[in-house]
T-cell receptor
């Protein structure tokens, strides 16, 4: 089992719809969770961080965390074509004796005009 | 805040030569920086973790003698690809961890390396 798993997609939604991106992780000791957006040919950009169970909203983005289920999600409301990108889930996991961010393989999102 | 720069943004070099890539944290100090490589349509692959003032920690399968990392100050880490070959052509991205902010990492814009 991979440490951080995402549905690889591709995911297509029509403009204005809600896009739902999901991520599960295996390390129960993880405390920090992040969503990055990566446009084609560019480097990842941090868009959301969440540390506590529940929802965290920032504009059109809502991150949801459920530590008991080891599940974190990202909702994008009123999706726009400019949201088309690959979304990476990142979780701080234990690697050897140190914690580091482990990235999922990403979900490719396409918002259709 | 939390801006990371990389230089150069792209480079073309001949096989057998060495290339140095710089990564700088512009508005914060970064005790820890990371180097990733990404091939087209593939996910990020962590190459090494760079800690200021100490030796880098390389991921399994990454040749430390080929990919030399130096983290000489709290704002600068460098990656040198030695004796580059065409298979080293890739997108190299650094990131920096913001000290005290729960593992938040910010990425540089990346360096596209082409070895001919």
């Amino acid at each position: 089992q991979k440490e951080v798993e995402q549905n690889s997609g591709p995911l297509s939604v029509p403009e204005g719809a809600i896009a739902s991106l999901n991520c599960t992780y295996s390390d129960r000791g993880s405390q920090s969770f992040f969503w990055y957006r990566q446009y084609s040919g560019k480097s990842p950009e941090l868009i959301m961080s969440i540390y506590s169970n529940g929802d965290k909203e920032d504009g059109r983005f809502t991150a949801q965390l459920n530590k008991a289920s080891q599940y974190v999600s990202l909702l994008i409301r009123d999706s726009q074509p400019s949201d088309s990108a690959t979304y990476l889930c990142a979780v701080n996991t234990l690697s050897g004796s140190a914690r580091q961010l482990t990235f999922g393989s990403g979900t490719q999102l396409t918002v259709l005009p | 805040g939390a801006v990371v720069s990389q230089h150069p943004s792209w480079v073309i070099c001949k096989s057998g030569t060495s290339v140095k890539i710089e990564c700088r944290s512009l508005d914060f100090q970064a005790t820890t920086m990371f180097w990733y490589r990404q091939f087209p349509k593939q996910s990020l692959m962590l190459m090494a973790t760079s800690n200021e003032g100490s030796k880098a920690t390389y991921e399994q399968g990454v040749e430390k003698d080929k990919f030399l990392i130096n983290h000489a100050s709290l704002t600068l880490s460098t990656l040198t690809v030695t004796s580059a070959h065409p298979e080293d052509s890739s997108f190299y991205i650094c990131s920096a961890r913001v000290t005290g902010r729960a593992y938040e990492q910010y990425f540089g814009p990346g360096t596209r390396l082409t070895v001919t």
